[in-house]
């Protein structure tokens, strides 16, 4: 494992544009950007929206569209991908859209690039039939987009000439211990998803650490690692808001996804969904309370994992309260 660091680290959010019972789409998306300009005053070094398909709960399913709504919006936050699912995708496609969004906002955009589905195999299969090909040919799509971003492409046959010369920082996102491999051998930053997949976090860091090798990209390896923050005033207050967040994993994890529902007192019910093991392995990373409760939290984490940054989710119903959260957890990581 890397040293822990002395320096101030990075804080960012990762954003889903969840849907909660009785919001408009158009809310929704008005409520993406009001968080992201929120966070630019917050400190938020990046906004980063996921892709995910066929889940009526999430509305960046277009993400480079929404990546563009976004930068739109605000003057000086990082906003990218987190990310691009790029089995889904034609390289060249990627590099077009991410070229167009990094000529309209220059040194704003980062491509995180993944190569999980992003929803279930049915779905995937519609997206694109030849996808677990796709999926083999994942470090190869990636060193295309590389190539069509270069300045050194503009004499080959199939160019993408709004991305040549553009800067683009790419990262390679992963829940397991294959992306930490290409990640390090690529010599590209490392983000893994810990908010939802924590088992092989140490294992993948480790991996990523012992094997980077420096590129034009990179000279030495930093990593980001993702966790589900809920802070409000207090612990019993954060506690009810997360009431929305524990009906929402149990619809992932049984299939029934639905609206993000709004919060409730704490049942006996819920308790006991809180104890289940696997719902307590999805949500190892989950840093719900009061300030003072969450900056212990977020302390330990970032003491155990020595990550570069932080990125936190934050699935919460109420557009204000989660404002709150996100600005209560600014200040935890100014203070730490």
Known sequence: MKEEKSNNTPYSILELATIGVGFKLTDVFKNSL??????????????????HHNMKSIASSATSVLIGHIAGGTETIRVGSGGIMLPNHSSLLISEQFGTLGALYPDRIDLGLGRAPGTDQVTAQAIRPDRMQAVYKFPEELRNIQQYFSKDNQNA???APIAEGVTMPMYILGSSTDSAYLAAIEGLPYVFASHFAPTHLFEALNIYYNNFQPSQYLEKPYTIACANV????TDAEAEKISTS????????????????QPPTEMTSDLKQILQNPAFQKMLKYAFIGSKETVKQQTKKFLKETGVDEIMVASHIYDPEARIKSFEIFSEVMKEI
Not at 34 to 46: I, P, V
Request: charged fraction near 25%.
């Open 34 to 51: 009001s968080l992201a300009q929120k966070a630019e005053t917050f400190g938020y070094k990046r906004f980063w929206l996921a892709e």
């Open 157 to 159: 046959k199939v160019r």
């Open 230 to 233: 809920i802070a409000a005033d």
């Open 245 to 260: 967040l524990i009906r929402m994993m149990v619809g992932v994890m049984t299939g029934q996804i639905d609206y993000v």
